[in-house]
């Protein structure tokens, strides 16, 4: 009855107990198309393998087989590879005498044993149905010529046109040549020596890696300890135990040749203290990290290892408001006169300078920094996270993780006056107020294009770059304070 439950393609099977099966090759069937002397190797002849893991969905794979080829011309099929391979990347190279082992041709055969291509192979052809009798105890046999296989079996059965019935299964009487269990790696090779120690690298898809990074913040919000997490997610359907696993941070663009992974310039440096499981170094324009040992990376499972561990870092927590896209100065299509904005409240920002002398000084690679902090009863409660990009040490870096319940603002656009064909100049007042029993300190950052000038405001305004500058606002306790200013642009040559 559990057959009934389950799709077609999970009812079919192979005909064992018939004694007619042949064991899939990776050869071709022709007796000409090789030579004569034909090799296979597996996983169990693999001394060693080395991930380098990129950020961007993409490993390169590195092994190192001990092969017993014998001497002449030899066809190797060379299994347990990923699923994901791309196979123009692979490359193979003898290790101990790099003469002594020539590759003449390189194929990657793929077209993989699935009830579906079995199905496929037998177009045509006839093929046995099976239906369980209870009332015989057995099974009950009759002959069917398959007719289509793209949507389900399409059945010839005594002159009817038919599907597969839930509870019958189709048994096939043998193997069609070149169906393969898994994805193999076939050469043809011209062999000096007995045995070959050889290495085989490649690069593969739906290999990849993130950091996460936790930032538990202190009581005053002037310090923190921050932990960085690799979360390396396999999805390529093949396992690497025992691997020597590196990771590399930074766009590595695709379309030019792959750097030389296989030593880097420079002294590996430690990230922190205690001593955490990643050593970094420069790679090019990149940041490499290795473990300092192996690990088992298995097939479609998410691995989490600790990346970094910084305690006591500098932060500072600041508010900030920023002017939503619809009411930076100067407006296109200008609002009301006296227009109020809707309310707005400010952001909570975390500030954090990647210096050693704030305790960090880090290459931080890009990911997601998840913030907690102690509540009145000491359990951490998570208070907010950010997505960071790749941040070099020395860079500023900020998180932005909420808005402020109690801290709000209304801005108000007083006049706008067209002075010239290309000249506008605009009067802005912002009310803020703060709900909370304790004085705060509000960032404010305005807009600007072209060439501008602040001519005047109630408070200093700094420039921050070409096409923005911000007022340091404070606003007392249970109180509220109005910036205003004056801004004059120039919007063409």
Partial sequence: MAARAVPWLAALSLSAALGCAKAPAAFPSSPNAWPAVQKRSDASSREHVALTVYDSSFALVREQRRLHLGRGRIALAYADVSEQIEPATVHLQALDAPGDLVVLEQNYQYDLLTPQKLLEKYLGRKVGLARYDGDEGADVLREAQVLASARGPVLAVNGEVTSLAPDERVIFPELP??????????????????????????????????????????????????????????????????????????????????????????????????????????????????????????????????????????????LMLRAPSGNRPPFVRAPRPSQTSPLEHAQIVVVIENREASGLGMPLPRGVVRAYREDARGAAQFVGEDSIGHTPRDERLEIELGLAFDVVAERRRLQQRQLERCVQQSEWRIALRNHQDAAVVVEVVEPASGDWQVLASTLPAERRNATSFAFVVPVPARGATELGYQLRTRTCD
């Fill in 177 to 318: 040549p070149g169906l393969l269990p898994e994805p193999t790696l076939v050469w043809l090779l011209d062999s000096a020596r007995e045995e070959q120690r050889v290495e085989v690298s490649y690069l593969t898809k739906n290999l990849s890696w993130h950091a996460d990074y936790v930032l538990s913040l202190a009581a005053d919000d002037t310090h923190a300890d921050l932990t960085g997490w690799v979360t390396l997610d396999n999805q390529t359907g093949t396992s690497f135990p025992g691997a020597a696993l590196q990771l590399v941070a930074g766009d590595v663009h695709r379309a030019a040749p792959a750097p030389v992974l296989g030593g880097a310039a420079g002294s590996g440096r430690r990230l922190s203290k205690p001593k955490p499981e990643f050593v970094e170094q420069p790679l090019f324009e990149y940041h490499l990290y290795n473990l300092e040992r192996s690990t088992d990376v298995l097939a479609r499972e998410q691995k989490q290892v600790q990346l970094l561990e910084a305690r006591g870092i500098a932060v500072e927590k600041k």
